[in-house]
């Protein structure tokens, strides 16, 4: 199975229920976002730019547990913001399987070896050991992490342990230098790779989550997936680029770039998942297949972005993850109040200009799930590939050249103090890493800064 047969029938379980009853609509993911603080800055990301006054504001434990009950879905996607920043991401986790809910953690992975050394601590015996050596062996922890884990835990804080209920679900956009330029910062391919190898030694359920964007390039998508893997990930997560409001703004006057340069168009969407399908057969790609045929152009589909809600620091996010017209106290007051005939793109009419070009996972993936949009043989697809064999690892893809950026002096960096040592224009393509010669640099601790004030001084040296 391509998910684990007790998670699917719990939401087999949570949609058949509502259809018995007829409820108009309800929450089958709530994507529960406790801070928007992150120590990335990355390029696309509509939070940080959107919630930028309220950075430093966040939920309680008892408000964040509090709204997974208010809605009730069965899963539940910590994100944020980076959530493993949050000061309770512990007791979140807890809370949530202490409630029954699948437990979907979506971080950078930056910290994601610091909270599992913190899960070895709390659990250290002598047994141990052999598993303190392996990890000692493949360089994912230091000696003095060892050290430090042999103490134990003295704090008497909950531990994320590994369960069949949670998955760590970590942000890959690509190979090392596409991913290291996206978030902005060096060295977090290497970071996140080496999380998701510790995390698959220690048993714990690793997916990968991708954003695609028009400068994505196909192959290395494919490549992507053949790496991951031969890591022997559990899944993987993809969907077309978020159109945020905030995130376009910040991308021309932050990077000088236009929008329609970053962002898909529906037909650009359909050109890039041309091959979902046929990547859905050999890797294990999470969703349906009607979300699939959808992404691919192959049919349409009606959005449900109230099946997928988000609940932040402001309140219940209408009408959508990507839309912000409103933002509700109460889930059931968000469901009564907005106008959802207002959104979407019906029958290929837009019934909002924002809505032109979105085919994101969080309004349409629902949509194959709940049967909106139905087609003869829809259910009998949805069961097979959700209950034949799994695709097996595969192995070959650890022949992927997967650290071609930072490891290799490439950094993100690179192109701009190139472009300046070499006294040569701003180059065309910030995202075009096979143009890229040069020496790597660092953003930081996720600050821009240094990358801007080289762009900048690119800007300048054109204009002599």
Request: net charge positive.
């Amino acid at each position: 199975m391509r998910f684990p047969l007790a998670l699917t029938v719990k939401i087999a379980r949570h949609i058949i229920k509502h259809k018995i009853l007829r409820t108009p609509r309800f929450a089958l993911v709530l994507q529960l976002e406790p801070l928007h603080t992150c120590n990335l800055t990355c390029t696309g990301c509509g939070r940080i730019r959107e919630y930028s006054t309220s950075l430093k504001d966040m939920m309680t434990l008892e408000d964040c547990l509090g709204s997974a009950q208010e809605c009730d879905a069965p899963m539940v996607s910590i994100c944020g913001g980076e959530p493993l920043i949050y000061p309770k991401i512990e007791e979140l986790v807890t809370g949530l399987r202490d409630q029954g809910r699948i437990v979907y953690i979506c971080t950078n992975g930056v910290f994601m070896r610091k909270k599992m050394k913190d899960y070895l601590a709390g659990i250290y015996s002598p047994a141990l050991e052999p598993t303190l050596a392996k990890l000692l062996a493949e360089k994912l922890i230091l000696e003095k992490d060892a050290e430090s884990i042999r103490k134990g835990k003295q704090d008497g804080r909950p531990v994320i342990k590994p369960s069949k209920w949670i998955y760590w679900n970590v942000h890959i956009d690509g190979l090392e230098y596409t991913h290291d330029l996206i978030v902005e910062r060096e060295g977090v391919f290497q970071e996140c790779v080496a999380a998701i190898r510790m995390a698959k030694l220690l048993g714990y359920q690793v997916a990968t989550n991708a954003t695609v964007y028009k400068e994505t390039d196909v192959q290395e998508l494919e490549q992507m997936f053949q790496f991951f893997s031969s890591l022997e990930v559990d899944g993987h997560t993809i969907s077309p680029g978020y159109d945020y409001d905030a995130a376009k703004k910040d991308i021309v006057t932050r990077l000088g770039k236009k929008p329609e340069d970053f962002f898909l168009t529906r037909a650009m969407t359909r050109e890039k998942f041309a091959k979902i399908q046929e990547w859905g057969e050999r890797f294990t790609i999470f969703g349906t297949t009607v979300y699939q045929e959808f992404l691919a152009g192959k049919r349409e589909l009606t959005c449900t972005a109230w099946a997928i809600p988000t609940r932040n620091v402001k309140g219940w996010k209408a009408p959508c993850y990507l839309i912000t017209d409103g933002h509700y106290r109460r889930y059931q007051e968000m469901l009564d109040q907005v106008d959802w005939t207002k959104y979407g793109v019906v029958d290929g009419v837009v019934r909002d200009p924002r809505c032109e070009n979105c085919m994101v996972h969080c309004g349409y993936d629902p949509s194959g799930a709940l049967g909106t949009n139905y087609q003869g043989g829809d259910n009998w697809k949805m069961f097979k590939y959700n209950f034949w064999p799994r695709p097996a690892p595969y192995y070959e893809g650890r022949k992927v050249n997967a650290f071609n950026g930072f490891s290799v002096g490439k950094g993100h960096l690179a192109e701009a103090k190139a472009a300046i040592n070499c006294g040569q224009a701003e180059p065309k393509n910030m995202f075009d890493h096979h143009s890229n010669n040069g020496n790597g640099g660092s953003c930081g601790q996720g600050d821009t800064s240094q990358r801007d004030e080289l762009l900048a001084r690119v800007r300048e040296a054109k204009k002599v």
